[in-house]
C-alpha cells in the first residue's frame, strides 16, 4: 500500500512485487508495486500541505514527534520483529535500531524549537537587517534498506520538525518497517499529505522526484554511484542535495592501546548488521609489533560469535541481504588468498538445514591483506575483517586517508597528543577514538570526498532543511 495525503491506496501500475526473509528465502509479503504516478500523487500532497504546517508553530510540530517517538518505543518489540524478518539483522540489533529512531525523533521535536533568527548591526542608520530561517520546502527522503527505521527516522525528523513537508521512498527490500512507521504518523492525526509513503520501483519514482519544481531538496542515504547520478539530476531544478554515502573505514590499532578492548571494538565495528552498515570497519591496521598478538586475541573472541536467523535471541550475526551480497563477500575473500591473505576463522558460507535457504556468510578473518587486493579499495559490504600491518603512525595516516571515501573511521591509542594528531589528520567525517560505535541522535553524520554531502543529526542536520531569507527594511527616523 501507499500512503498519499493521509490515505492508503493501492498502485495504479496493479503490479507487486516480493519481499523476502533474507534467512529462510520465504516471500514474507506482496506489496503494491507503485511509480511515476504515486511519485508525483505524494508530490502534490505534500506541496499543497506545504503552507498550513510551515505555518504551526514548532511548539505543535513537535507533539507529533515526541509523540510518536514515545509509540515506537511502545511497539518496539513489535517494529523490531518486523525489521529482522525482512532485512535479517538480530533481533537485539533491531531493537537498538527502533530506539535509535525514537532518539532522533525525540531530539528534533525539542531542537526545533531552536530555529533561530538574527538581527544584524546595520551600516546605516535607517536601515534594520534581519535574518529568517524558513523551511526549505517539499523534501524528497530515499532511505536504505540496512537501517530501515533509524535512517527513515534521521530524515523525516528534520525536515518536519523545519516545518518540511515530506515524500518518503523506501528501499524495495525493507518496505515493511515504513509502512508500520506511517500507521503511527497515521494514528496520532499528522494533517494530510505532511507525510507521504511510495514504494516500487525506483527508477520513475526518483524520475518524478528529480524532474518536479516542487521537490526543493534531496536527501539521499545510499552507494556513492547511485548519490552521484541523483545529484547529477538534481543540479538541473538546483535543487538542495543532503547525501551519506558509501564509506571504506580504516580501523587503527596502535601499540600503546588495550588490545582486549580493540579487539572487542574491531567485533563490534566490523560485524555488526554481519557487516552491512555504510560505518564498519573495512579495513584493520595494526602496528607491526603487536600485530600477531592482537590477531590472536581477536581470533579467540570470534567464537562467541553465533551465526543464525535473527530472530533467535542467542544470534548475533544474521543473514546478508541477498545472494549478490554473498557472491561479492565470496569474491573478495577469494581475491585476497590468491593474492596472499590466509583465512584464520570463518571463510566459508555455514552448513546445516537452518542455513540451506538463507543468504549466510561466516564472519571471516583474514591477515597479511595487502593494498593490491579488492577487500583494499572496494567495500565489502559482508563479514570480513582483513588485517594489514603498519609500522609507523605517518604510515598509518598514508593507508587510511588513501581512498576516495571518507565517512567513517577508527583508532585505538592511549596517547592524547597522538589522539589530537590522528583526529585533526584523518580525512573522515567521524572519528571513534576507543569508540567502535559512535552514532548518536545529537552528534553530526556525514563524511568527506565521495562519502557524501551534507550531516544528519544533531542541530547540524536541520541546516539543509531550512533556508535563509535577509530582510532590509529601511526606516523613517
Known sequence: ????????????????YPVYNPATGEVIEQIARGGKEEGNLAIDAAKNALPSWSKKTAKERAFYLKTVSEKLRERIDHLATIITTEMGKPIAEAKGEVNLAADYLEWYAEEGKRIYGDTIPSSSETKRIIVLRQPVGVVAAITPWNFPIAML????????????????????????????????????????GVLNLVHGEAAPIGEAMMERQEVRKITFTGSTKVGKELAAKAAATMKKISMELGGHAPFIIFEDADLEKAAEGVIASKFRNAGQTCICTNRIYVQRTIAERFSEILVTKMDKLVVGNGLQPEVTIGPLINEAAVAKTEDHISDSVKKGAKVVYGGKKPTGEVYKKGHFYEPTILLHATHEMKIATEETFGPVAPIFEFDTEEEALQFANDTSYGLAAYFYTKDVSRVFRMSEKLEYGIIGINDPVPTTAQAPFGGVKESGVGREGGRYG???YLEYKFLSLELEL
Request: one cysteine or more; aromatic letters at 6%; glycine letters at 6%.
Open 1 to 16: 500500500m501507499q500512503y498519499i495525503n493521509g490515505e492508503w491506496c493501492q498502485a495504479t501500475t496493479g503490479k507487486t
Open 462 to 464: 536541520l541546516e539543509d
Open 153 to 192: 527516522a534521521r530524515k523525516i525528523a528534520p525536515a518536519l520538525a523545519a516545518g518540511c513537508t515530506v515524500v518518503l521512498k523506501p528501499a524495495e527490500s525493507t518496505p515493511l518497517t515504513a509502512i508500520e512507521v506511517m500507521k503511527i504518523f497515521h494514528e496520532v492525526g499528522l494533517p494530510k
